[in-house]
């Protein structure tokens, strides 16, 4: 892996991890591309750490409201703790519906991931094309759909079927953050609320993905030698991450995501099940 494919996967990393387009449907077509079959050993050592540096832009975006959390969490007086940050919603409500958001992840991760994983490998690309459709139909929807609430005012069961649109994100192709950002404005959460919520929810699927492929790490004799790509695909990353967030933030608020992101996964999507079925890739 030479120093320009590690800058653009931290690139591709960085960006699709939150920008509503899939970054494994995007990892899983560059693999198809490229003829990536068997990868060395520091490729997917990088990986691992291209997923820490978008977890740290995550978490730095949104540290406010994850320092407002854990104060309420940890106040004895709930209705005292509850930051002006976070509106009318209290941080101990808050943090119950994020855990309940990440149950379905964790449960179709843990059972079905190799399957999915499997299934994907022997069917090639055309799924993933075909899913990259179903994330420019979502984007669409939700650019058509208006809520109000703040997390307060929706129920737990609200967060655990959000918690599945996550799940279901797992199949390359569908982005996590255009399933979570559609189905918490369908469960009636603001434009404001419901990238914001979405965002929120990712941190721990995100950490535990990372907290598992860490303990893969192979930590071989070239570690030392790799350092300096790996700093520099970590900063890019979370650099590259910090700031889709917040470009999609702006594009839900203005009614954009269809227009910025939809369009082209309908356009990637078309042209990947189109080249796998000439035979391209």
């Known amino acids: 892996m030479s120093f320009l494919q590690a800058i653009i996967l931290a690139i591709v990393q960085g960006a699709t991890e ?100 499997e299934f994907f490998d022997e069917a090639g690309v055309a799924p993933v094309g075909v899913a990259l459709l179903i994330t420019a139909a979502l984007l669409f929807v939700a650019d058509r759909m208006k809520g109000r ?34 189905a918490g404005l369908w469960r009636g959460l603001s434009q404001q609320w419901a990238p914001r919520f979405a965002f929120l929810m990712s941190i721990p699927p995100i950490a535990g993905a990372f907290g598992m492929a860490l303990a ?19 900063v890019v990353s979370a650099a590259v991450g910090y700031a889709s967030i917040y470009l999609v933030i702006r594009s839900v608020q203005q009614g954009r995501l269809f227009v910025r992101f939809g369009i082209y996964c309908l356009i990637l999507g078309s042209v990947s099940i189109a080249a796998n079925l000439i035979g391209w890739i």
């Not at 079927?161 to 996590?176: C, D, E, K, N, T």
């Not at 893969?216 to 970590?234: E, R």
């Open 18 to 117: 939150f920008l509503p387009v899939s970054s494994s449907g995007h990892l899983r077509l560059m693999a198809a591309l490229f003829g990536w079959k068997d990868l060395p050993p520091e490729y997917f050592d990088y990986v691992i750490v291209l997923h820490f540096g978008t977890l740290v832009a995550v978490v730095a975006y949104y540290w406010q409201d994850l320092v407002a959390i854990a104060r309420a969490i940890f106040s004895r007086n709930s209705r005292k703790g509850t930051p002006s940050l976070l509106g009318n919603t209290s941080g101990r409500y808050l943090a119950i519906l994020i855990i309940v958001s990440a149950i379905p992840a964790g449960v179709v991760g843990f059972v079905w991931k190799d399957r999915i994983k």
């Open 149 to 182: 609430a703040e997390p307060g005012q929706i129920a737990w069961y609200d967060a655990l079927l959000i918690g599945v649109a996550q799940a279901v994100a797992i199949v390359p192709g569908i982005s996590r953050s255009g399933s979570t950002i559609a």
């Open 216 to 234: 893969d790490l192979s930590g071989g004799a070239d570690g030392a030698v790799q350092l300096p790509w790996y700093v520099c695909g970590f």
